[in-house]
């Protein structure tokens, strides 16, 4: 071998669980803070040996981009094993801890494919660890044709008199986009059961990322599901960029107050139950989608 070559220095993964505590709960995401070395091919195939729904790779954010704090600024993109998803919301959460936990809390910019996430992390109380908050892109949201819906009940196995009449159907974004729908009763959300493909194709031609079902508990807790088949993943554990989306649409349509805070139930059906908080305030058109993390060991 020739002294001059070198084998590539093997790149740091790093593994976090997003909304819980608990490395058991929430949803795990793998962390690049350092993606400098890797082309586009390189963090698809990274992200698709992590197997995780998405895998963050970080690189430093351009010198005299507007708004950074010093050093703690970062051009950052998401990858889910199939495909690059524009935003993802348990991503950054994981990413952001992870940072915490390394250079201190505090403000972090993250320059998305969506648009710039300001991130702040602050200390743990020594049970929950740290705990992050991201204030979305500026929400918006837009009706399904009822030719789309009428296909997303059918791959879903759901007739229309399952849905909430309280909480219509919609596209809505906070990042990316995702179909709401909401249903009357916890064991219609908990018995779901879809058809992958038949979704999936669906979903690429409206060019959803993920779907929210919701339940709507009481007037500030909800439970919700995010099927993912676009991302070669079943169903996602904890969302965060389809709870910036639903916050904006839930504040949109007089669902939840314009200055409000609520939370989100989320992976207990799967065995990996975590919790998101939203806050809505007054005159900010932004989302923030808070969380706690979990180094996996």
């Not at 040996?49 to 998405?54: D, I, K, L, P």
């Not at 703690?72 to 993109?77: E, G, M, Q, V």
């Not at 950054?92 to 936990?101: S, W, Y």
């Amino acid at each position: 071998m020739n002294a001059n070559m070198r084998a590539a220095a093997p790149t740091e993964v790093l593994r976090y669980t997003a909304f819980s505590a608990d490395p058991d709960g929430g949803n795990p995401a793998g962390v690049v803070l350092d993606a400098s070395a890797l082309d586009d091919a390189a963090r698809l195939a990274v992200a698709a040996e992590v197997g995780y729904s998405e895998t963050a790779f970080l690189t430093p954010a351009p010198q005299g981009t507007e708004g950074a704090p010093e050093g703690r600024a970062f051009t950052t993109r998401y990858f889910s094993p199939l495909a690059e998803v524009a935003f993802c919301g348990h991503a950054t959460i994981a990413t952001a801890v992870a940072l915490g936990e390394r250079i201190g809390p505090g403000e972090l910019l993250f320059l998305t494919p969506a648009g710039p996430i300001p991130v702040t992390v602050v200390g743990g109380d020594g049970e929950s660890g740290p705990r992050a908050t991201l204030s979305s892109v500026e929400p918006h949201s837009e009706p399904v044709e009822d030719k789309d819906l009428t296909e997303a009940l059918a791959a879903l196995g759901w007739a229309r008199g399952d849905l909430d009449p309280e909480i219509p159907p919609r596209i809505a974004f906070g990042g990316n986009d995702h179909l709401v729908l909401a249903v009357t009763s916890r064991e219609r959300l908990g018995a779901l059961d879809y058809d992958f493909e038949r979704l999936k194709e669906l979903m690429l031609r409206l060019g959803l990322t993920t779907l929210q079902l919701v339940w709507r508990e009481s007037a500030g807790v909800f439970h919700v599901r995010d099927p993912f088949p676009v991302g070669g993943v079943r169903e996602d554990p904890a969302t965060g960029a389809a709870a910036a989306a639903f916050g904006g649409y839930a504040r949109e349509l007089g669902i939840v107050p314009e200055e409000s805070r609520f939370t989100l139930h989320q992976g207990e059906d799967m065995g990996r139950p975590g919790e998101l908080t939203v806050d809505l305030r007054a005159g900010d058109p932004r989302v923030h989608v808070s969380g706690t993390a979990a180094r996996i060991g």
